[in-house]
Each structure stands twice: as structure tokens, then as C-alpha cells.
């Protein structure tokens, strides 16, 4: 895939070379931050704000289609922005696609995942070349599926630490 690394305002000027800032993204920009073992996706719908399918990417329980800080999006990860030459809506047009499945709640991890939301918005049509490829390779999609796994194994127990610390406070 033809992506192009970015930095957040939230990493420090002096490490900036020739990267973008979030006033530079482009409106309807695809984003990507890479995870362990999988990438995230979502949209640019300007102001430093992402629609984006939150799934399992911020805990075990899935989360439906949201409208998030960039910062938020990215999570402390790396994001870059992932050309679509074929891309049949741009700017506001996939912005509006976006939006309107804001509240959504059927995420389904190889069928209606992030990715496939992305490509939704921009193409017209659901795909996701990470599930594609994990299919095609089992040995890549047994190592994405472990990554899962130890990412919600770490989200239940820093959740369940976090609980415990507020019922003893």
C-alpha cells in the first residue's frame, strides 16, 4: 500500500522535518496508525477530528463508528496517510460518507472492520487488503490474531487495575 508517514501535534517541532502537520492533512485523508500486528484506519474530517470505526481499538469490547480527536485516533502510534488514486469520493464527499454512519455498531473483525470503512467511504465499495492477506498467508493471520488477543488480554487488565484503583480511592 502507498502510505506517507506523518507526525501528531503532539510530537515536538524540533522533530519535525518535512512531515505534515494536522492542519496540513488533507480533508477525507485516509489515516493509518500501524499496531501490533495490524493497522488502524480512519478518516480526516478536518478541525484535528478522525470518523473511524473504533472496533477493538481501544478495548475488548467493540466500538461503533465515532468522531475522535487525531490524537486520540492515533494513540501514541505512528500515522501515516494511505494514497487512494482510485478513490471515487475525496474531500467532502468522503468526509460526508464518513459522518453518516457516525453511531454505527456492527463491527464484525473480517467483514466490517475499520479498513473495510475506509475503503467504503472513499472507494464505494468494503474491502480490507490486511484481511485479504491474512487469508492468503495463515501464518500472517495467526500472528495478527495473537497480537489481538495479548492487546485484549493488556486492555482487560489495565481496565481492571484502573477499577480496582477507583474502588479503593
Not at 42 to 55: C, D, F, L, S
Not at 104 to 132: D, I, M, P
Not at 144 to 159: D, I, Q, R, T, Y
Request: charged share 20%.
Amino acid at each position: 500500500m502507498n502510505t506517507h508517514p506523518l507526525l501528531t501535534s503532539s510530537e515536538s517541532r524540533e522533530d519535525r522535518s518535512d512531515a505534515a502537520s494536522t492542519i496540513d492533512l488533507p480533508i477525507g485523508a485516509h489515516l493509518v496508525t500501524q499496531r501490533r500486528g495490524y493497522e488502524h484506519h480512519g478518516i480526516y474530517v478536518g478541525n484535528g477530528r478522525v470518523v473511524h470505526y473504533a472496533g477493538f481499538a481501544s478495548s475488548a469490547h467493540r466500538g461503533p463508528v465515532e468522531e475522535v480527536e487525531l490524537e486520540r485516533f492515533a494513540a501514541g502510534h505512528p500515522l501515516s496517510i494511505r494514497v487512494e488514486p482510485s478513490a471515487r469520493y475525496v474531500g467532502e464527499e468522503a468526509v460526508r460518507r464518513a459522518r453518516s454512519r457516525l453511531g454505527e455498531n456492527h463491527y464484525r473483525l473480517l467483514t466490517n472492520n475499520c479498513e473495510h470503512f475506509c475503503a467504503w467511504c472513499l472507494l464505494g465499495k468494503s474491502r480490507s487488503e490486511q484481511v485479504h492477506c491474512c487469508l492468503r498467508h495463515p501464518r500472517t493471520g495467526v500472528h495478527a490474531l495473537v497480537c489481538l488477543v495479548k492487546a485484549f488480554v493488556e486492555s482487560n487488565a489495565k481496565g481492571a487495575h484502573a477499577h480496582a484503583f477507583a474502588q479503593l480511592a
